[in-house]
């Protein structure tokens, strides 16, 4: 049974919390025992009471909501779940239609997060710091309220947030920045789709919120950029001890022994697929592939390449590798050109020596059963020429004197054939086929010898045998030239005794009347001389050899011998 209010004083009816109307019916009752001017002032003291009352407590509710909020906060650690929850809370708070959280990026405010959003467009909407209610609260650090934001003058709006609040309906509005030791980090807000004037309690509740969020919000991050930066120390220390198991295999392999093919098939057996060695300047067969240059300082020898999708750790695989594998190749090489230098040296022993060794076929890379073809090449920086000419593939080359000296397993006249062509071309004496040292020196010989022809008579850029020297064959034996100095000697010998003797150029003018086929103007032009000059030299001659020498048959053996004459001088001087 309910108690008559008469039967409680006015404290009892605040203590229990009495509603303003039991109030004023207590008071009204009051009126009839103590007069109304009395009951009305006690009536509206209780009245003012309760009210302070009751926004004590609503007050203690906030402040506990707060901490509760700034409790759960602490314990959210990721943005993405954080910034929800305090546009969420902000709503509740302030009993508002819509709720959203902004953040400083970039120098635009950029709306995160909604809450009470009648379009998703609302997050995600960039503001300038220098536009908009949001402008306002970012300048100047501190809360900033309009009853209707469509209708506001105060500030200067911004077409992008004026097209949210036209989309969202939006008219009250409360702005309170992020604020944390000194810099501002965004804007909260809070809006009603009515006009409203807020509260200084309002106000300051969604400031207390602010500061809370902010902090929250700066530890999130600091604790999000520490566990990004633990989770790459991670990965590192992860790749680190891969890389390390890696780099122990391939070190196995290398101290093991093993050379570019065993390396190649460690690393495939580390790899989802099938790697292989692509060398310069090759390039990859199909653009399906994954590639990682092989580089000794400035030098590129070429690509590792894996085919097909490769797996997460096989790039970093390739990285690794490839140093290992570019060293393996630099110790290829060097041991190569460490081995085509000593045959080289033994190469020009066996050509040279006097005394034969029994081993030195097999030493400088020949074998004693298979014919061979020397060659004596001009000049020696023809190296390029010779290794591109198909008929000397698996030659052994040697560098003696300027020159290059090449043992073929190859025939002559297919050497001869294929040689190159062209200004630059090389000029090569050929002689073959021999086996046996003994045969490969005299071959080495005669390969000089036709070679020392060949650039006297100005045959430069060809290759010849010496049966391709025709009558200048004669050059090449030492009886030969004896024989062709006695001839000369014996038909022109007196023509150079009076050269000699009076110091006029008698062979030479001879030569060059031959040369143009017995006719005296070409001939003095090409002397240089006038005519008559020549009819003077030429009489001499005619005094010395008689008029019969004129004639056919003497004239083309005489020139003949003056062109073999010429060349066996210049032979004998590139021999000594």
């Avoid at 109030?23 to 009839?32: E, F, I, N, Y």
């Avoid at 101290?255 to 060695?277: A, N, Q």
């Avoid at 097999?362 to 290794?387: F, W």
């Amino acid at each position: 049974m309910e108690r008559p209010l008469m039967d409680e004083s006015w404290l009892d009816l605040l203590l229990r919390d009495a509603t303003p109307d039991e109030l004023q019916r207590h008071g009204d009752g009051l009126a009839r025992s103590r007069g109304p001017e009395a009951a009305g002032r006690e009536t509206a003291q209780a009245l003012r009471l309760a009210m302070v009352l009751r926004q004590q407590a609503q007050r203690a509710a906030e402040l506990a909501a707060l901490n509760e909020i700034a409790i759960r906060l602490a314990t959210l650690h990721a943005p993405d779940d954080m910034l929800p929850e305090i546009v969420g809370q902000a709503r509740r708070l302030l009993d508002v239609d819509l709720a959203y959280l902004g953040l400083i990026e970039d120098g635009h405010l950029r709306l995160k997060v909604t809450s009470g959003a009648f379009t998703p467009g609302l997050a995600g909407v960039v503001i300038p710091l220098s536009a908009g209610l949001a402008g306002e609260v970012i300048e100047h650090a501190a809360p900033r309220w309009t009853a209707d934001y469509r209708q506001e003058r105060r500030f200067r709006h911004d077409g992008s947030a004026d097209i949210a609040a036209r989309a969202e309906n939006m008219r009250g509005l409360l702005g309170v920045p992020l604020h944390l030791r000194g810099r501002v980090l965004g804007a909260l807000f809070a809006g009603k789709r009515q006009e409203r004037d807020f509260t200084e309690h309002e106000v300051t509740l969604l400031s207390a919120l602010a500061a809370h969020a902010a902090s929250a919000i700066e530890k999130a991050t600091a604790m999000g950029t520490l566990n990004a930066a633990n989770d790459q120390l991670a990965r590192r220390t992860e790749e680190l001890e891969q890389t390390l198991r890696w780099d122990q295999r391939l070190t196995r392999v290398v101290l093991g022994g093993g050379g570019v093919e065993e390396l190649l098939t460690e690393i495939s057996s580390m790899t989802s697929g099938e790697v292989r060695f692509v060398p310069e300047p090759e390039p990859p067969s199909h653009s399906a592939t994954t590639a990682q240059p092989v580089v000794a300082g400035e030098r590129r020898f070429g690509a590792l390449v894996l085919d097909g999708e490769p797996a997460p750790d096989d790039r970093l695989l390739l990285e690794r590798a490839a140093p290992a594998l570019a060293l393996a190749l630099v110790a290829e090489q060097a041991v190569a050109e460490a081995s085509r230098h000593t045959r080289a040296a033994l190469l020009v022993d066996l050509l040279t020596a006097s005394s034969p060794h029994p081993r030195a076929l097999r030493q400088a890379g020949l074998d004693a059963s298979t014919p061979y073809s020397v060659l004596v090449v001009a000049p020696a920086s023809a190296r390029a020429h010779v290794e591109r000419t198909s008929s000397l593939a698996g030659a052994v080359v040697a560098e003696h004197d300027g020159r290059l000296l090449v043992v073929a397993p190859a025939d002559p006249d297919t050497i001869r054939r294929e040689w190159p062509r062209g200004a630059d071309a090389p000029t090569a004496g050929i002689a073959g086929p021999a086996r046996g040292q003994g045969e490969l020196r005299h071959c080495f010989h005669e390969a000089r010898q036709t070679l020392s022809a060949l650039n006297t008579l100005g045959r430069t850029g060809e290759a010849a045998t010496a049966g391709r020297l025709g009558l200048y064959r004669i050059l090449l034996g030492h009886t030969g030239r004896r024989d062709l100095d006695q001839a000369f000697d014996d038909l022109l010998g007196p023509v150079l005794t009076e050269q000699q003797r009076r110091a006029v150029p008698l062979l030479e003018t001879l030569r060059a009347f031959l040369d143009h086929g017995r006719r005296p103007r070409p001939a003095a032009t090409a002397l240089a001389i006038h005519v008559n000059t020549l009819y003077q030299r030429l009489a001499t001659v005619d005094r010395l050899l008689g008029e019969g020498w004129r004639t056919p048959e003497r004239a083309l053996e005489l020139q003949m011998l003056l062109h073999l004459k010429t060349a066996s001088d210049s032979l004998d001087a590139m021999e000594g």
